[in-house]
C-alpha cells in the first residue's frame, strides 16, 4: 500500500508543475501560492471535518504544532515560494529537474539527525539520481 501511495504522490508531483505553469501565466507567484494555500487548506479542513478527526486537533502537544509548524513554514510557505518564482521564470523541465533532488537532501539528513541508515542500494541510486541530473542539466 505504501508503494501505491508514493506513486499516487509521485504522479501528482509530476502533472502539478504543468498546471502551475499555466496558472503562473498572469500571476506572481505570491498570488498563486496564495491561492493554491486557500484552495487546499478548504479542501483539507473540509476532510477533517467530514472525517470528525477535528478533536484530534486539541489533544496535541505543543511540541508537535511547532515541528509541523516549522515544517510548513519549510515546505509550503518557503519551498513552495520558491519553486513558483522558479517555475514562473524559467523552464519547467530545468526546474522540475533541480527539484526532484530533494529527496537526497532528506536521505543525507535523516542519516546525520536520525541515524537512519542509507544502504547500498539507495547511496547507488543517489549516486545515479545526482550524475543523471548534472549530466542531463548541464547538457554533459
Given at each position: ?15 502539478a ?57 519549510l ?32 536521505m ?33
Amino acid at each position: 500500500m505504501v508503494f501505491l501511495y508514493a506513486v499516487l504522490g509521485m504522479l501528482c508531483w509530476g502533472l502539478a508543475p504543468l498546471f502551475g505553469k499555466l496558472g503562473l501565466y498572469k500571476a506572481s507567484p505570491v498570488t498563486a501560492l496564495c491561492l493554491r494555500t486557500i484552495i487546499a487548506a478548504t479542501l483539507v479542513t473540509g476532510w477533517l471535518i467530514g472525517s470528525r478527526e477535528y478533536n484530534q486537533l486539541f489533544k496535541l502537544p505543543v511540541l508537535f504544532w511547532i515541528f509541523i509548524g516549522i515544517e510548513a513554514i519549510l515546505a509550503t510557505l518557503l519551498g513552495d515560494l520558491a519553486y513558483f518564482a522558479a517555475l514562473k521564470k524559467g523552464n519547467i523541465n530545468d526546474v522540475t529537474l533541480i527539484l526532484s533532488c530533494s529527496p537526497l537532501v532528506t536521505m543525507l539528513l535523516s542519516c546525520v539527525f536520525f541515524g537512519e541508515k542509507i544502504t547500498n542500494i539507495q547511496m547507488i541510486g543517489a549516486f545515479f539520481i545526482t550524475v543523471g541530473l548534472t549530466f542531463i542539466y548541464f547538457d554533459l
